[in-house]
């Protein structure tokens, strides 16, 4: 099982930046697809961004593309997610999540039941 741990969330203007971090401990961290969800108030958890397990694939929402960056450091067993140009829309908790791989074939999921770690999410919210 692996733990994660997010954080670096808070308040932030409109067009203002922050960087969450996520910490993860358990499992070998380059075996892992990593992957960073987002719930807002009354809708349901959506997929932002996801990275491979050495980092060389990344997919990313529409709704981020070109204002968020996934990243990984496999040698501090830390992910991370860039985000800048923030929107009121981009005001949620975030949620870091992986799943585990037995391969060095890079691997990458954009579904929420793909993933089988959570963090307990970190919020983040974008004022006008």
């Known amino acids: 099982q692996v733990q994660l741990v997010e954080s670096g969330g808070g308040l932030v203007q409109a067009g203002g930046s922050l960087r969450l971090s996520c910490a993860a401990s358990g499992r070998t961290f380059s075996y892992l697809v990593m992957g960073w969800f987002r719930q807002a108030p009354g809708k349901d958890r959506e997929f932002v961004a996801a990275l491979s397990q050495r980092g060389g694939i990344t997919s990313y929402a529409d709704s981020v593309k070109g204002r968020f960056t996934i990243s990984r450091d496999n040698a501090n067993n830390t992910a991370f997610l860039q985000m800048n140009s923030l929107k009121p829309e981009d005001t949620a908790v975030y949620y870091c999540?992986?799943?585990?791989?037995?391969?060095?074939?890079?691997?990458?999921?954009?579904?929420?039941?793909?993933?089988?770690?959570w963090g307990q999410g970190t919020q983040v919210t974008v004022s006008s």
């Open positions: 999540a992986a799943r585990g791989t037995y391969s060095t074939t890079a691997y990458i999921y954009t579904r929420r039941n793909d993933y089988d770690s």
